[in-house]
């Protein structure tokens, strides 16, 4: 039985990955600081079932000022999801909480680690590093140039995670995810949003014109490929996390008013910035090093969101 450290474990992925390391009988040392960019409310809702096994410990402390040296007591390895999300976001003076929570934490939870015997520690990274290209599928070693606020400090803190690897040892791994979705997603997400508004009678605002493509990839998939990173990811590498279902935002609308049976009033709007055109992963590395293979379709996974969301 191993003990992990999963940090921003309230959240949607972190909860998630928290629940599958239980499940597979080991035990979880959870982080969260509760950040006010949605609903406590939800995150403790998220925490419910945690919360009743006796191999979870829930730690409320921030990152950024902590004493991370008896957080890291006992802990076999650290999942590190803790993040200010959002690319919209993480413009103009906000830009400063996305620099303490996305490089500073980070560098501080990597400086903490160092010299400790971690048999690995993985760092939620994103597909926004990528920034806008036409060099698709999206390759690991391929150009990184993020066109958000957000993604900088994404791709900051795995080149520091690289760093740590290079000049300590210490057993980095870094996840690319790609526009990940699923019960518990956040609010502020697109198919929560356009859910909760379709279920309320409210147009759905789409920003441009719908043709942008995503590779759509459901929680449980991406809980799959961490798992399979915390016990045998190569240390000082980079993978894609995709979920293979690449479709433009029209066409998961279309998808998604089939599974609510429902029509959904789509409202065009300016397109925003930070915003790619198009995503698609290249999951080889992945496949080939960590055995990740995605197996839940759009249309499976958006039906799964649903129930969840009718259910609150």
Known sequence: ??????????????????????????????????TNYYARSLKEKNLSELLESPRFVLDELDLSSADLGSVLEEVDAVCHLAAQAGV??????????????????????????????????????????????????????????????????????EHLAVLYH?????????????TVYGPRQ?????????????????????YGDGKQTRDFTFVDDIVDGVVRALENGPPGEVFNLGGGSRVTL?????TLERVMGMKINRQYETP?????????????????????????????????EFEWLKSL
């Open 1 to 34: 039985m191993a003990n992990y450290l999963v940090t921003g474990v309230a959240g949607f992925i972190g909860s998630h990955v928290a629940e599958r390391l239980i499940k597979r009988g080991n035990s979880v040392r959870g982080v969260d600081c509760f």
């Open 88 to 157: 919209r976001a993480s413009w103009g003076r906000s830009f400063e909480t996305y620099i303490d929570c996305n490089i500073a934490a980070t560098q501080r939870l990597l400086e903490a680690c160092k010299g400790r015997s971690l048999a690995r520690f993985v760092y939620a990274s994103s597909s926004s590093v990528y920034g806008e290209t036409d060099d698709l599928p999206m390759r690991e070693r391929g150009a990184t140039c993020p066109v958000s606020p957000y993604g900088v400090t994404k791709l900051a803190a």
């Open 166 to 178: 290079r000049n300590y040892g210490l057993p980095t791994v870094s996840l690319r995810f790609f």
């Open 186 to 206: 956040r609010p502020d997400m697109a198919f929560n949003k356009f859910i909760s508004a379709t279920l309320s009678g409210r147009p759905v605002e789409i």
């Open 250 to 254: 029209n066409e998961a609308i279309d």
């Open 272 to 304: 925003q910035k930070g915003d790619v055109s198009n995503t698609l992963a290249d999951n080889s590395k992945a496949q080939n090093e960590l055995g990740f293979a995605p197996s839940v379709g759009l249309e499976e996974g958006l039906a799964r």
